[in-house]
Each structure stands twice: as structure tokens, then as C-alpha cells.
């Protein structure tokens, strides 16, 4: 790397590659800031994609046991396979501790992208309801900032990144910019029909950050299936070939891998960051890079990490942590309860050929809205995620000619699984572990989080109502699951920054700077006050957008 | 369920025929040509190790890896290897189709099994040991030296299995079951992620055939 990389000094320092980070590249060196993105991980390139290439040619059909070596915990997670293990962290070298009693599943990518490439890509506004939530029923707080303050930049994030979706004109889960709509199977036509007939409930297609026809350079979906593993097409909204290759256009942004950020530097005299140290991830030299401003989009955990790790004289308990809240109120949406069954009078034979459709149904949430009242064993709510169609049988029963038949025969199935809030609570959070460091020196975190009685009532009410749509539905051999995942398990960690008005009980300020120290700013999932049930990363997009707006604004007012 | 994407689990996107292989590779070139090109060195294969790609990743095809003509198993004794090929032709057998045996399930399941736990290895030998323990007690022998009849007559219960009676206090799982039920979606999952397997299930090869359609029936249809 040429040496005047290091040497200049930057209006501004984006630390993390993925949807935030990308997005703060993007906006900020597109308005004439000079940006330097830093990532902890190696390029991405289209060619490694594996998206079209069948389980067969695998050695081992994803049941590879370097993955169980290298990646015991994020295998967890569904989009870790043979086919892309590489892209995700090497525990062994990326630890951190939990409680024995509070496990926690971190499931995490360094690379340029981040979690863009895997995403589920589902994304839903959240609404008043969501951003007033404590105004409503008294527990924990608002967050700064109502929907019609965010809105504009959810605006400008959809019309960019290509949302499909459908309008449903439902209070809890405000319209958006859609193009066009993937199309349902008869059995999820049948839910929605009779979900709207007996209880009033919005079932729809999910909204999903894959486009559907022609968009900002990006060819339609064309139905392959696994988004997880690439796309050839960057037809789902991944970062690098998106905001990080527009920010890199623009002639303004500097992109370094491999720079594992370790601290935010502070000019104390000043109170002001005046850049971070990192570590390169293949020689372990610690290099230093200056900027006027510092944008932390690294991910909740890890943006929270890198400001404890930066404790100085007048900040002894972390960055920016003046409050004592840096760390807590650690959420991740609760996820597992719903139920299941079977459409036997839907006689559709499942198909081995594409298309394969990369999205599922949304039913939107219906428990304590402004117009349900308000349910008598939990507050907030859940919605639920699922699909219904025809798939292979292999549970079948039986040997031989016939087994091979009734495989073939297939089953039409119908699930719903639900997403629900997970309250913030300051008993919830992460701080450094004393006695464990990653393979760079870097001291690492424990975690510790668990679901409590709100979250567990809710999943058991989920359990039930779901049974009751697929059996209002015509559903059979209905089961309920009541039970859900660890935390972490959603990978919606969020809330360990959060932000508010008040510095005494807030770490950053409602334009996701810190209170305490006005030109460092973390936009993504970390400034969360509340989890809402929606999937988070629409909303860490918008409010990255309008963060970085607010930020170029003072620099033109040379307010930096 | 098949038709999302995050759940798919046999992924049945190419193809195996080299007329269209080199079609598909077509695409995929066009694809990426005009992006590759204009993304830059950012965005190039040129700075990564080859140990950070996965294999698939570095465009291995490791399909014909079974068909070895040297292959001796790893894990399995040869008269286990020899059970468990006679096992998985009783369960998918050859019909207008290949079954398990051409599909080489009992190679597949050899790789598998020697990177599994010693708890799983156990579990899968127990159960395939149990196989031919009823063998001997009802015939006398071993199953692979069963006729197809009595190999039928061995399977069959335990692929039929009678509901619990509640008169009869069945409530206990029977372990002749739960080992034939490991031993048969351990084949089902290595003979249907094969390339006999996905072509068994209708998979014509390609990777796309446009969108979606969805339910095309009139509205009124699902009321």
C-alpha cells in the first residue's frame, strides 16, 4: 500500500464494509468527503460465487467436516454451508465467552460485504407504533425520532437497493417502494384468504431486498434459489457490488482489507477522534489512519467492542460511554415459535427444477396494535415468517419401489415461524473479557443475554395462533413449536449504542453521534433503543443514510 | 420447502452434460464480464489465498470422487460396506431408475461417516449391526447373504411400522424402527443429493427457467 494512504488525513474513517458501511461510504464520498473504508477482511469477487453449482459436486453434500473444525458456532447459522464457509469467521480465531448458563450464537462474516452477502434480505419498515412503543406501554423508551423523521431515507434506501414487495395500506407495517411482487403458491393464497376472513390478519408477500425487474444496472432475479451463496446477477442487494462499488466510483473513497480495527484514537485535548489503529489481518503490523470523523458500522457487537477496547484516562469504561449504558440493553429478536402442517387436498407435485423463489410470506404483526388492545400476558409483538408449497417427501414411510414413489409424490407443506421483540433490558449486554483475545492481540468479548418471560409468552402465544390460521387455513397433521432459539440465533443483535436525547442514559445523540464525543458516530444496528419485530436491516440502511446526511451538513458548515 | 431459497436443500441448479455445461459457462461469463471488468481490483480473486475460497469457491468438482476404480472404504469394514450396499438397494432400489448401489450411497456415506463423531459413528454402526443381529435370529444369517424375499420380509415391519395401540401399551419406541429409520434417511439424504438422485427427482439440469409463476388459479378458487 502506498505510503500516502496512511499518511493523509481523511474527512472521514467508515469502519465496516457491509450494509451500514457500505451505505456511509457511499453517501458520504459521493457528497465530496474523503472517505477511507476499512474492512477486516480480504475482497470478494463474483467469481467465487457458487449460487448454480449443485450439492453433488460438492465432496462432502454440505456435510463437510472442516466447517465443524473451523466454524462450531457459525455453522449455526443456515447460511454457513460447504458451498461458503470461507466467507464467515474462523472461530478459532475470532473467540469470544459467554456464561455457561447464557449462551450466545455470533455469527459473523469478514469480508468485504459483511453479512450482505448471506442476508435473508427481508425488509420491512418499522412504524410508530415500533418507535413510540414505551410512549404506549410504559416499558424502556422511545427512540428520538418518529416514522415521518425517518421515512424520507427509507425512501431513498428502496429506490436504491430494490425492494420487491406488495402494499397492504396496514398500520403496523407502513408501505414502502416497491417493484413488483413475487407471486404466492395456492396454498399460500389460501392462507392469506382465510387469515383475512377469520381474524382480520395481513398475511403478504415478503418484502425482500431482491429486484424483480431491471434496476440501477442490476438484472431481475432469475429464480436460481440459494442467494446465500452469490449472486452472478447481484440481483439481492449485497454491499461490495453496490454502495461499496458506487463510493469507489466516485473517486473519493480509499477501500483497505484486511484492517481489523482495534481502537478509535482520541485527540483528548480536544475530546475529538482523530482516527483508529488497526491491525493488518496477514502481517499483524498495527497501523494508524487520521480523519476529521469516525463512522462506526462494524456490526453491533463489534462497533461496541472497538469503543470499549478504546478506553482512554477520561473515558476508563469504554469510548463515548459517559452514561454507563455502552454494552447493555443487547437485544436479538426471539424466533422459533409457530407451527407447521400439510395442504393434503392441494394437489401440486413438487418440481427439482428452477424457479426456486429466494422469498417467503410476511404475516404482519396483529398483538398489541393500536387497534387489538392489549394482550394479557406479554406487550409488544411477533410476526411471522413462512411459506406453504409442494416439496419432496423423504420422511416417507416404507422401502422399495414405493418409498421411491411417495418421495416423488411429495407433500404440500405450510409453516409459520415467528419474529418477536426482544425488550431491552440492561442486564442484556457484552463487555471485555480480560482473559481472551482474537488471533490479532485484540481483546474480545463476553456476552451475556438471555430471553426472558415477555419473550417466552409471546413465542407460546405464536405457537397458537399459528396453528390456528393453518387450521382456519384447511391445514392437517398440524404441529406447534412453542420453543425458540438462543439469543443470537436471529442474528439481529442490536442496541448496545443506543441512542436518545438524554446523555445520561444514551450513548449516542439522535444523529447517531456520541454524546460525548460529537464526530465519532455509530450507524449501525447498535444504535437500536428498541428491537421492534421487523428485521432490522432496512431500518440500519435508513438510519445510516440520514446520519451521514446530518454529518455532511456540518462539515459544509465546517462544523467538524 | 422448496420454494425458499434459504431452504433448499437439495440444491438441483446444473448440470452434468457437457454440451450444456459449456452453455451455462457462457452465461455465467457474460454475466460477469461487463461487471467483473468495471468492479476493478477491489473486487478480484487476485489478493485471496487460495486456502480462504472453499473449495467450491475455487471451482472444484468433486463429483466423480466415489467413482474411484481403487476405492476401498475408510471407515466401514468390508463386510459392513457390503451390508450397507445390500441395505440401500432394499430401500431404493433400481427401478425405471438407477437406485441407491449405482448412486454409490455406500461410498458417500463412508466419507461421511470417517469425519463424524465417534458418538455418531457408534450410533450408525449400531444400527447397521442390528440389522444383522435380526438377520441371524430370524435366518440365520447375515443380511447380505439374505435372499431378496427374506431381506423383504426382515425390512418390511420396520418400514411399516404399526401405530402405538394403546391397549397394547406400544407406547415405547421400538428400537427395530429407530435403527432402520437412522439407516434410512441416512441413504435417502446420500442417494437424493447425488446426481442419479436429483435426476431421479426430475431435475432437467438447468439452473433457471424464469420467474416464478405462483398460483394460477381464479381468485375464487382458494376461498
Not at chain 1, 261 to 289: C, F, I, P, Q, W
Not at chain 1, 301 to 321: C, D, F, V, W
Request: with cysteine; glycine share 8%; aromatic share 8%.
Amino acid at each position: 500500500m502506498p505510503q500516502d494512504v496512511l499518511q493523509q488525513t481523511y474527512d472521514a474513517i467508515v469502519v465496516g464494509s457491509g450494509a451500514t458501511g457500505g451505505w456511509a461510504a457511499k453517501r458520504l464520498a459521493e457528497a465530496g468527503l474523503k472517505v477511507v473504508l476499512l474492512e477486516a477482511g480480504r475482497a470478494v469477487s463474483p467469481k467465487e460465487f457458487t449460487e448454480h453449482m449443485p450439492a453433488y459436486k460438492l465432496k462432502y453434500r454440505d456435510h463437510s467436516p472442516e466447517i465443524e473444525r473451523t466454524r462450531p458456532v457459525q455453522k449455526q447459522c443456515y447460511a454457513c454451508m460447504e458451498y461458503n464457509y470461507e466467507w464467515f469467521v474462523d472461530d478459532l480465531e475470532n473467540p469470544y465467552s459467554t456464561p455457561a448458563d447464557r449462551p450466545f450464537s455470533w455469527q459473523r462474516l469478514r469480508i468485504v460485504g459483511g453479512r450482505s452477502l448471506v442476508w435473508g434480505r427481508q425488509s420491512y419498515r418499522l412504524s410508530d407504533t415500533d418507535f413510540k412503543a414505551a410512549s404506549r406501554d410504559g416499558y424502556g423508551d422511545d427512540w428520538p425520532f418518529s416514522y415521518a423523521d425517518l421515512a424520507p431515507y427509507y425512501d431513498i434506501v428502496e429506490r436504491y437497493v430494490g425492494i420487491t414487495g406488495a402494499a397492504e395500506k396496514n398500520e403496523m407495517l407502513p408501505d414502502g417502494q416497491f417493484l413488483p411482487p413475487m407471486q404466492m403458491t395456492c396454498g399460500e393464497v389460501r392462507m392469506r384468504g382465510r387469515v383475512k376472513a377469520k381474524f382480520g390478519r395481513t398475511l403478504t408477500i415478503g418484502r425482500a431486498a431482491i429486484v424483480t425487474q431491471p434496476h440501477n444496472g442490476r438484472a431481475p432475479c432469475h429464480y436460481c434459489g440459494p442467494c446465500e451463496r452469490g449472486c452472478s446477477t447481484f440481483s439481492y442487494f449485497s454491499s461490495p457490488f453496490t454502495t461499496v462499488k458506487d463510493a469507489l466510483k466516485s473517486g473519493n473513497c480509499t477501500l483497505i482489507t484486511n484492517a481489523v480495527v482495534r481502537h478509535v484514537d482520541m485527540d483528548s485535548d480536544a475530546n475529538k477522534a482523530r482516527g483508529v489503529t488497526y491491525v493488518d489481518r496477514l502481517t499483524k503490523e498495527t497501523k494508524e489512519v487520521r480523519g476529521k470523523a469516525v463512522v462506526l458500522c462494524a456490526q453491533a457487537l463489534e462497533s461496541t467492542r472497538i469503543l470499549l477496547n478504546s478506553a482512554t484516562r477520561e473515558y476508563p469504561n469504554g469510548l463515548a460511554n459517559s452514561s454507563g449504558v455502552l454494552g447493555h440493553y443487547l437485544m436479538d429478536h426471539v424466533a422459533g415459535g409457530g407451527a407447521s402442517g400439510t395442504f393434503d387436498d392441494l394437489n401440486v407435485l413438487p418440481s427439482a427444477n428452477p424457479p426456486h423463489r429466494p422469498n417467503g410470506i410476511y404475516l404482519v404483526r396483529f398483538r398489541n396494535t393500536p387497534s387489538s388492545g392489549k394482550h394479557p400476558h406479554f406487550i409488544r409483538g411477533y410476526g411471522f415468517q413462512g411459506g406453504s408449497g409442494p416439496d419432496f417427501n423423504m420422511e416417507a414411510e416404507g422401502l422399495g419401489a414405493e418409498y421411491k414413489k411417495a418421495v416423488k409424490q411429495g407433500i404440500y407443506g405450510a409453516s409459520l415461524g415467528a419474529f418477536g421483540e426482544s425488550l431491552a433490558n440492561f442486564d442484556n449486554y457484552c463487555e471485555i473479557d480480560q482473559n481472551l483475545k482474537d488471533a490479532w492481540g485484540i481483546p474480545a468479548l463476553r456476552i451475556s443475554m438471555a430471553h426472558g418471560k415477555n419473550e417466552a409468552a409471546m413465542m407460546r402465544d405464536a405457537g397458537v395462533t399459528a396453528a390456528e390460521m393453518l387450521e382456519a387455513a384447511g391445514a392437517k397433521n398440524i404441529s406447534v413449536q412453542t420453543s425458540f432459539g438462543i439469543p443470537g440465533m436471529a442474528v439481529h443483535e442490536v442496541g448496545t449504542a443506543r441512542m436518545g436525547n438524554d446523555p445520561k442514559k444514551f450513548v449516542l445523540d439522535p444523529f447517531n453521534q456520541a454524546h460525548d464525543v460529537k464526530n465519532l458516530l455509530v450507524t449501525d444496528g447498535s444504535c437500536y433503543v428498541s428491537s421492534a419485530c421487523q428485521n432490522p436491516t432496512l431500518t440500519m440502511m435508513a438510519i445510516t443514510v440520514r446520519a451521514c446526511d446530518h454529518l455532511i451538513d456540518r462539515f459544509r458548515h465546517s462544523d467538524v | 420447502m422448496r420454494n425458499h431459497g434459504s431452504e433448499v436443500s437439495l440444491s438441483a441448479q446444473a448440470t452434468q452434460s457437457s454440451a450444456v455445461i459449456s452453455r451455462r459457462d457462457l452465461i455465467r461469463a457474460a454475466l460477469l464480464a461487463g461487471t467483473s471488468a468495471a468492479l476493478g481490483p477491489a473486487f478480484s480473486l487476485a489478493q485471496t489465498a487460495a486456502f480462504e475460497l472453499t473449495p467450491a469457491q475455487r471451482g472444484e468438482d468433486d463429483s466423480k470422487q466415489l467413482a474411484d476404480p481403487n476405492w476401498k472404504p475408510a471407515f466401514l469394514s468390508e463386510d459392513q460396506n457390503e451390508t450397507l450396499i445390500a441395505l440401500s438397494d432394499m430401500i431404493i432400489p433400481a427401478t425405471d431408475t438407477p437406485g441407491a448401489k449405482e448412486a454409490l450411497v455406500n461410498r458417500y456415506l463412508d466419507l461421511v461417516l470417517t469425519g463424524e463423531s465417534a458418538e455418531s459413528q457408534q450410533n450408525f454402526l449400531a444400527s447397521l449391526n442390528y440389522i444383522d443381529s435380526e438377520s441371524q435370529r430370524l435366518f440365520g444369517k447375515e443380511f447380505r447373504s439374505l435372499t431378496a424375499e427374506d431381506q423383504d420380509d426382515l425390512l418390511r415391519p420396520l418400514a411399516y411400522p404399526q401405530r402405538p395401540s394403546f391397549w397394547l401399551n406400544k407406547d415405547l419406541p421400538d428400537p427395530g424402527v429407530e435403527h432402520f429409520g437412522r439407516l434410512k434417511s441416512m441413504i435417502a439424504v446420500a442417494y437424493y443429493t447425488s446426481e442419479i438422485g436429483e435426476r431421479e427427482l426430475g431435475w432437467d439440469g438447468s439452473f433457471t427457467h424464469g420467474p416464478f409463476q405462483g398460483c394460477e388459479h381464479p381468485t375464487t378458487t382458494h376461498k
